[in-house]
């Protein structure tokens, strides 16, 4: 069936330092891709996404580039914060309204 | 201000009774979902709904049911033939455009099972 792999699952990182997580998904039809962030006890915010079209998006300290031919997307985030310490959700797309999720980053950023 | 409410945050049942969670949005989406999360793992989608009066199973139906009567609403229940219901239960909705992908979350509900 349809699957979106995450990982890692956890990533500590010292504050200033960049994090990586990375994703990668079966459906060769999938153009839209995701990224959530979700603190405890909270419902998942959306940070970013990116669709098929483009190789990469920026906004200000978050990116997310896609390479569609290996169907792999990641998010790169720099400067790390304490307050970017999280769990963070790739997702992509299965038709115009499923959406397959990965198991989710618990990121650390160590002050 | 425009967002989608669950309630209550915090729900506890006792084995065999059935319970419904209430998931409300107004920002005038026609599609809405609904999702189990458990510790370590992904969203997995127990139902889904487009449009009003259709809606459509997801991964993880068995043991829960959902209407969908009006636009705003989309309630979910979890009967006592879900045989591990303890979980959070997000809630989320997105526009039928293609065009806008976007799905909303709600700030969960808690179920615990005693």
């Known amino acids: 069936g349809e699957n979106v792999e995450q990982h890692p699952s956890t990533l500590s990182v010292q504050e200033g330092d960049s994090a990586v997580i990375k994703c990668t998904y079966s459906?060769?039809?999938?153009?839209?891709f995701p990224w959530y962030k979700q603190e405890l006890g909270k419902g998942p915010q959306l940070i970013i996404d990116i669709r098929s079209n483009v190789g990469e998006k920026k906004d200000q300290r978050i990116a997310v580039t896609l390479n569609k031919t290996a169907k792999h997307f990641s998010l790169h985030i720099t400067e790390t914060q304490p307050e970017d310490s999280a769990v963070y959700f790739c997702?992509?797309?299965?038709?115009?309204?499923?959406?397959?999720f990965g198991t989710g980053t618990r990121l650390k950023v160590l002050a | 201000d425009g967002g989608i409410t669950q309630s209550p945050k915090y729900l506890f049942r006792k084995e065999g009774q059935n319970v419904t969670l209430s998931c409300e949005q107004n920002l005038n989406h026609d599609a809405m979902y609904w999702y189990r999360q458990d510790p370590g793992q992904g969203l997995r989608l127990i139902y889904y709904?487009?449009?009003?009066?259709?809606?459509q199973k997801g991964d993880i139906a068995e043991g829960y049911s959902v209407s969908r009567e009006k636009k705003e609403s989309f309630p979910l229940t979890v009967t006592s033939a879900q045989k591990n219901p303890t979980a959070f239960y997000l809630c989320a909705s997105k526009t039928r455009r293609e065009s806008y992908n976007e799905q909303f979350f709600g700030p969960g509900t808690r179920l615990t099972v005693l």
């Open positions: 709904s487009q449009i009003v009066n259709d809606f």
């Open positions: 997702a992509a797309n299965y038709g115009a309204y499923k959406y397959i």
């Open positions: 459906d060769s039809a999938s153009n839209y």
